[in-house]
């Protein structure tokens, strides 16, 4: 377990500060964080392949995280409270593993055939013309300096000025018209 002075003061807000990557329960007790991670890595296996022995194991390691837990408190907390906990941690990391195994154009969310009346492009693979929908600018022009994107909401070119949004980590774009979409949830940098 770290020692008490190296982790973060309990008496202030514990989230105020503290990046999105960190991790509580590694700052705490890094060898049952390590118990977790192996956990959820077989519960996900057991739910994805429905595998048997996969699931006993991922019970094992919760177990073996918890009893390290209650090791660190000094055996002075009521046992089935960091049991139930570590399930809980175990669960929620096995959830995040399978959210992240899952392409994102799987998770449920399909393009419409139509939206406000507009007929989408085919999610076919072909390309539609290279004219902004909004603004019919030309983007094919050589002169043309706009950056454009195919919107992933209706499948036609959108150019920076219309765009509604785009997605950083992938570049997609989606209209301005379309980015309350759910398949636009990550179109959130604006030019």
Not at 12 to 31: C, I, W
Not at 125 to 150: K, Y
Request: aromatic share 6%.
């Amino acid at each position: 377990m770290n020692h008490i002075q190296a982790m973060r003061n309990i008496n202030r807000n514990l989230f105020e500060g503290v990046p999105a990557t960190a991790d509580a329960l590694e700052e705490y007790d890094p060898d049952a964080a390590e118990l977790v991670r192996d956990a959820a890595q077989h519960l996900f296996k057991a739910r994805r392949d429905n595998d048997q022995a996969a699931l006993n194991e991922a019970s094992n390691l919760t177990f073996r995280a918890a009893a390290e837990l209650l090791n660190q408190a000094g055996g002075s907390v009521y046992v089935r409270f960091p049991i139930m906990i570590t399930a809980r941690l175990v669960e929620l990391e096995a959830a995040l593993l399978a959210a992240k195994a899952q392409p994102s154009n799987e998770r449920n969310v399909k393009r419409p055939d139509r939206i406000n009346g507009l007929k989408t492009w085919p999610d076919d693979g072909t390309l539609p013309p290279q004219i902004c929908r909004l603004c019919d600018t030309d983007l094919a022009d050589v002169n043309n300096r706009l950056a454009s994107a195919i919107c992933v909401v209706c499948g036609y070119w959108v150019c920076e000025s219309c765009d509604g949004g785009t997605d950083p980590a992938t570049g997609d774009a989606v209209c301005e018209d379309h980015k309350g979409h759910p398949l636009a949830v990550h179109c959130t940098e604006y030019a």
